[in-house]
C-alpha cells in the first residue's frame, strides 16, 4: 500500500510593497482583524494534509513575521532571495533540509492572496496525487478582449483570448520535481528583467516539465494596490466562519 504524500506550503513573502505603499510591506497590513500573511497560513494549517509551512521572509521582517503568526505552529521561516525566483529556490532548499521529501507535493504561494480556500488547495493536490510528473496552478480564462501595449499605451496588438489564462496561486509541484528546475535554473545566472520566469510554472516549463491550469471555485484576488483592500476584507468576513477553518485549533499552541 502506497503513503500518500505529504502536503508542504511554501508562501513567498520577501517583498517590500513599493507598489502598494504605507509603512509595513502588505503582507502585514491588517485584512479584517489579522494581518494579510496570517489568512494564508492559517488557511493551509487548517488542512491535515499539511505536513508544515515554509514562509521565506525578506531582511529586517523578523519582528513583524513573529507578531504576524504569533500562536501558530508548524510554520518555520528562511531568508528571501533578491528576486522571485530566488526567494522560492531557498524555500525549497529549506524544506527538502526540514525533511520534506521528493515525492511530497510543494504548493507555493503568494503571502499578498489571502483569500486562498481549502477547495482550491485540495484541487490541485489532487491533481498531483493523480500525476506528480506535472506541476499545477489555478487560474481563469480570460474573457476580456485582451490587447499588447507599449509602455506609452498605445496597442500595439491583439492576443488571442481563448488561449490566454491569468494564472494564480498556489502552483503546486512534487518538491522534487520543481527543486530540480530551480536548481537548473539558478545555474544561468540569470539577471532579474526580461529574462526571469515570472513565476514557477515559467521555472518548471523551461526545465521540460508539462504543466497544467485548474479553474479554482473561490475568488483569489491578489492584494496589489490599496484599493484592493475593500474587497478583500468584505470576502475574508465572510470566509471567516468558513469550516475549513475548523481544525485550526490543533494547530495552534498551548497558552
Given at each position: 500500500?502506497?503513503i500518500q504524500?505529504?502536503?508542504?506550503?511554501?508562501?513567498?513573502a520577501?517583498?517590500?510593497?513599493t507598489?502598494?505603499g504605507?509603512?509595513?510591506?502588505?503582507?502585514?497590513?491588517?485584512?479584517?482583524g489579522?494581518?494579510?500573511?496570517?489568512?494564508?497560513?492559517e488557511?493551509?494549517?487548517?488542512l491535515e494534509?499539511?505536513?508544515?509551512?515554509m514562509?521565506a521572509?525578506?531582511?529586517?521582517q523578523?519582528?513583524?513575521?513573529a507578531?504576524a503568526?504569533a500562536?501558530?505552529?508548524d510554520v518555520?521561516?528562511?531568508?528571501?532571495?533578491?528576486?522571485?525566483?530566488?526567494?522560492?529556490?531557498?524555500?525549497?532548499?529549506a524544506?527538502a533540509?526540514a525533511?520534506?521529501t521528493?515525492?511530497?507535493?510543494?504548493?507555493?504561494?503568494?503571502?499578498a492572496?489571502?483569500?486562498?480556500?481549502?477547495?482550491?488547495?485540495?484541487?490541485?493536490?489532487?491533481?498531483?496525487?493523480?500525476?506528480s510528473?506535472?506541476?499545477?496552478?489555478l487560474?481563469f480564462?480570460?474573457?476580456?478582449?485582451l490587447?499588447?501595449a507599449?509602455?506609452?499605451?498605445?496597442?500595439q496588438?491583439e492576443?488571442?483570448?481563448k488561449?490566454?489564462w491569468a494564472?494564480q496561486?498556489p502552483q503546486g509541484?512534487?518538491?522534487?520535481?520543481?527543486?530540480?528546475?530551480?536548481?537548473a535554473?539558478?545555474?544561468?545566472g540569470?539577471?532579474p528583467?526580461?529574462?526571469?520566469?515570472s513565476?514557477?510554472?515559467?521555472v518548471?516549463?523551461?526545465?521540460g516539465?508539462?504543466?497544467?491550469?485548474?479553474?479554482?471555485?473561490?475568488?483569489?484576488?491578489?492584494?496589489?494596490?490599496?484599493?484592493d483592500t475593500?474587497a478583500?476584507?468584505e470576502l475574508?468576513r465572510?470566509?471567516?466562519?468558513?469550516s475549513?477553518?475548523s481544525?485550526?485549533?490543533?494547530?495552534?499552541?498551548a497558552?
Open positions: 500500500m502506497s504524500p505529504r502536503l508542504w506550503a511554501l508562501i513567498v520577501g517583498g517590500t510593497g507598489r502598494f504605507g509603512q509595513v510591506p502588505k503582507q502585514y497590513v491588517d485584512l479584517a489579522k494581518p494579510t500573511i496570517r489568512w494564508s497560513i488557511a493551509f494549517l487548517a494534509e499539511t505536513a508544515g509551512v514562509v521572509i525578506g531582511a529586517g523578523d519582528a513583524p513575521f507578531q503568526t500562536g501558530l505552529a518555520m521561516t528562511t531568508s528571501g532571495g533578491a528576486t522571485r525566483q530566488e526567494s522560492v529556490h531557498r524555500g525549497l532548499e524544506l533540509k525533511g520534506a521528493p515525492e511530497d507535493v510543494v504548493m507555493i504561494h503568494d503571502a492572496r489571502p483569500l486562498i480556500h481549502s477547495r482550491d488547495i485540495h484541487q490541485v493536490y489532487a491533481a498531483l496525487l493523480r500525476d510528473a506535472r506541476g499545477y496552478a487560474g480564462p480570460q474573457s476580456d478582449a490587447k499588447h507599449g509602455a506609452d499605451g498605445l496597442v496588438g492576443r488571442i483570448r488561449e490566454t494564472v496561486t509541484f512534487a518538491l522534487g520535481v520543481i527543486l530540480v528546475a530551480h536548481r535554473l539558478a545555474t544561468q540569470l539577471t528583467g526580461e529574462d526571469s520566469p513565476d514557477d510554472l515559467a518548471a516549463t523551461r526545465g516539465v508539462a504543466c497544467a491550469l485548474i479553474r479554482p471555485a473561490h475568488v483569489n484576488i491578489k492584494l496589489t494596490e490599496q484599493t475593500v478583500i476584507e475574508l465572510v470566509r471567516a466562519t468558513d475549513a477553518m481544525g485550526l485549533a490543533r494547530r495552534m499552541k497558552a
